[in-house]
C-alpha cells in the first residue's frame, strides 16, 4: 500500500497546492484590508460604531438610545470630544464644535442630570436633559435635547445637530454662542443722589437740574450687560442669559433723598401760605447741597430768586458791626419807633416796641429795624463810604458768583459796594438795592453754624473757592448766640422755639404791592433756607417750610 501510494505520487501535485493556498490566503488579506478601510474611511464612522450611509428607518429603542446618549453626555462632560464626536453620526464635525463651544463661552464645568428618553419619530428617538455648566462669566444653566438614530446593523449614535450645544442654535441664522458683552442701546447718563441709587428725576424740583448735569457730563463709568449671547452672521441674534446687569454712566449729587423729600412736600404744602415757595439745604461742614426744591409760578426761585431778603440780612449786618465797628452784643442799639436817614424814614414792624436802652443781641432777637439803620448807619458808612457791608459779605460769607457745578446756573447776590441816599441805611435791614436767593442765605446761616464758610456745591470735587476772610471764633460765637435767642424768645420761636440746637433769623421784605416772607436756620446737622413770595410774615410762611425740614429725620 505505501508503495502503491508513493507510485501514485505527483511530484508536481504539493507545488500546485502551495500556489493555491498562497493566492487563497491573499485573497483574505486584501478582503480584511478592504473592510478596514471601510470601516474607518467611511462617513461617520472612523471606529465602525455607526454608518450614516446605511441610517435605519425605524428608531431605536428606548433603552438604547438613553444608553448612546448618556455615554455622549458623559464624554462631553470629561471634556473628552473626540470621544464624544465618534458617538455621533459626524464625528469630526462633533468633536470641533464641542471643543469651539466650550472655547467660545469660557466653559469650566459642564454637567447633565434629569436625563429622560422623550418622544419617538419613525428614525429617530428623543432624549432630554438639564445643563449646568460654571463659566468664566458665572453660572448657566439651560435644558436641552438630542435624537439618537441608528444603523441597519443596529448600532446606534447622537444625530449631530448644533442645536445639541443649545436649542437657539437650531435657528438657521445661529453661527454660534459667545459670552461676553451684550448688546444694547448706549445709556443716557443718569444723575442721581447722594446714595448713588435715587434718580434725581424722582423728584419734580430736580428735573431741569438734573437735565442740566446730564447735558453736561462726560460720565465714562457705566458698562453694558454681560451674558451669553446667540450670534449670526449679521451680528447679535438673541440673548440668552444675563451675568450681570446694564449700568448706565452715573453722576452722584450731594443730594440727600430724605431732606429733598420733605422740601418737596413743604414747599407744596398749603399750610404755608404766600404763593412761590423756594428752599434750599445745606450741610454745613462741607457747603453740599442737600436739598433744593420750589413751586409756583416764578420758576426755581430757590436757586434765581434776586429778592430783598429783608431782616435775614441783619445776621451780615451784624457780623460787620463785630467785626469792623468793634461792636459787641451788648454794644448800646437804641430802637426808637421811628428813623431818619438820607432823607428816608423807616420804620418797625408791628409788635417792635420802641426802646432807646436796647442793645444790640436784644434787637437783633426781636428784629428792631431802626437800631440796625442807626447803628450801621452811624458805625459802617463814613464819608459817603457805604461799602463795608458789601466788604463783609464777600469777604466773610463768600458772597459773589458760584459755581455749584453740572452747569448749573444760579442767581449771585447782591449787596452793591456803592450806594447812596436812603439805600446806605436800607442795606442794612435787607432793602434798598440788597438782593438775595435762599441758596446764599442758607449759606450764610452754614457758615454761622460751622464757623467757616464753604462754598455750596452740588457735584461732589467741584471746586469751592474760599472766602477772602474767615469769619473770627468771636463773631461766629456771638452770631449763634443772637440766632440761637431769636429761634427760643424772638421772631422765630413761633415756630422752631422746642426744637433743640436751632439758630434762626425771620425775615420779612416788601416787594411792590406785597411782602415776601424769609427764615434762615440751622441745627446741629443742617442749614436751610426758605422764601414764600406773598408771604405775610417770615415766621408763618417760610417758618412752616423750614421746620418741615428741621425736623425731617
Not at 434725581?200 to 428735573?207: D, I, V
Not at 421811628?338 to 432823607?343: E, K, T
Request: aromatic fraction near 6%; charge should be negative; charged fraction near 20%.
Amino acid at each position: 500500500m505505501f508503495f502503491e501510494s508513493m507510485d501514485a505520487y505527483d511530484p508536481a501535485e504539493p507545488k500546485r497546492r502551495a500556489s493555491l493556498g498562497f493566492v487563497l490566503g491573499g485573497l483574505v488579506l486584501l478582503v480584511l484590508i478592504g473592510i478596514g478601510f471601510y470601516l474607518v474611511l467611511r462617513p461617520g464612522s472612523p471606529d465602525g460604531v455607526y454608518d450614516a450611509d446605511d441610517a435605519a428607518e425605524t428608531a431605536p429603542s428606548r433603552e438604547v438610545a438613553n444608553a448612546t446618549a448618556r455615554e455622549f453626555l458623559d464624554s462631553w462632560t470629561a471634556g473628552h470630544y473626540q470621544e464624544a464626536g465618534a458617538l455621533t453620526d459626524a464625528p469630526a464635525s462633533a468633536a470641533d464644535a464641542l471643543r469651539a463651544h466650550a472655547d467660545g463661552i469660557g466653559v469650566v464645568t459642564i454637567a447633565f442630570d434629569e436625563v429622560a428618553v422623550g418622544s419617538t419619530t419613525e428614525s429617530a428617538t428623543e432624549v432630554t436633559f438639564h445643563v449646568t455648566t460654571k463659566l468664566e462669566e458665572g453660572p448657566w444653566s439651560y435644558d436641552g435635547s438630542l435624537d439618537v438614530v441608528q444603523d441597519r446593523e443596529g448600532d446606534a449614535a447622537v444625530r449631530w445637530s448644533h442645536a445639541v450645544l443649545h436649542p437657539a442654535l437650531a435657528d438657521p441664522a445661529a453661527e454660534g454662542l459667545v459670552a461676553g458683552d451684550l448688546p444694547g442701546e448706549e445709556s443716557a447718563v443718569k444723575v442721581t443722589a447722594a446714595d448713588g441709587k435715587t434718580d434725581l428725576r424722582t423728584y419734580a424740583s430736580m428735573n431741569d437740574i438734573a437735565a442740566t448735569i446730564r447735558d453736561h457730563s462726560d460720565a465714562d463709568n457705566g458698562r453694558p450687560a454681560r451674558g451669553i449671547r446667540v450670534d449670526g452672521v449679521e451680528g447679535p441674534l438673541k440673548t440668552l442669559h444675563v451675568f450681570t446687569e446694564e449700568r448706565s454712566p452715573t453722576v452722584r449729587t450731594t443730594i440727600d433723598p430724605r431732606l429733598q423729600q420733605a422740601a418737596e412736600q413743604a414747599v407744596r404744602n398749603p399750610a404755608r401760605g404766600g404763593d412761590s415757595a423756594g428752599v434750599v439745604a445745606l450741610d454745613p461742614e462741607t457747603g453740599h447741597i442737600l436739598a433744593i426744591a420750589y413751586s409756583g409760578s416764578e420758576g426755581n426761585i430757590a436757586i434765581n430768586a434776586v429778592k430783598a431778603p429783608g431782616s435775614t440780612m441783619k445776621i451780615i449786618s451784624a457780623a460787620a458791626l463785630f467785626d469792623l465797628a468793634g461792636l459787641t452784643p451788648a454794644s448800646s442799639a437804641p430802637c426808637p419807633a421811628s428813623v431818619l436817614a438820607r432823607g428816608q424814614t423807616f420804620g418797625n414792624d408791628d409788635g417792635v416796641r420802641p426802646d432807646e436802652s436796647m442793645t444790640l443781641a436784644e434787637a437783633f432777637r426781636v428784629s428792631c429795624n431802626t437800631a440796625f439803620i442807626k447803628d450801621g448807619f452811624n458805625h459802617l458808612v463814613n464819608d459817603g463810604d457805604a461799602s463795608a457791608l458789601h466788604r463783609e459779605a464777600t469777604e466773610v460769607f463768600g458772597m459773589g458768583s458760584w459755581s455749584i457745578g453740572g452747569g448749573i446756573g444760579t442767581r449771585d447776590p447782591s449787596i452793591p459796594p456803592e450806594v447812596t441816599g436812603g439805600d446806605q441805611a436800607a442795606q442794612f435791614i435787607g432793602q434798598g438795592k440788597v438782593t438775595a436767593t435762599p441758596l446764599f442765605l442758607a449759606s450764610v446761616a452754614a457758615t454761622v453754624r460751622a464757623g467757616e464758610f464753604h462754598q455750596p456745591i452740588i457735584l461732589p470735587g467741584t471746586r469751592q473757592v474760599p472766602a477772602p476772610r474767615p469769619i473770627t471764633p468771636q463773631t461766629a460765637g456771638w452770631l449763634r448766640d443772637l440766632m440761637r435767642t431769636a429761634a427760643t424768645s424772638g421772631t422765630a420761636a413761633e415756630r422752631l422755639g422746642d426744637l433743640p440746637g436751632v439758630g434762626a433769623k425771620t425775615g420779612t421784605a416788601e416787594e411792590a404791592d406785597h411782602a415776601n416772607g424769609w427764615l434762615t436756620a440751622y441745627d446741629d446737622r443742617v442749614a436751610v433756607a426758605a422764601l414764600v413770595t406773598g408771604g405775610a410774615s417770615g415766621a408763618d410762611t417760610a417758618g412752616v417750610i423750614v421746620r418741615s425740614l428741621l425736623t425731617a429725620r
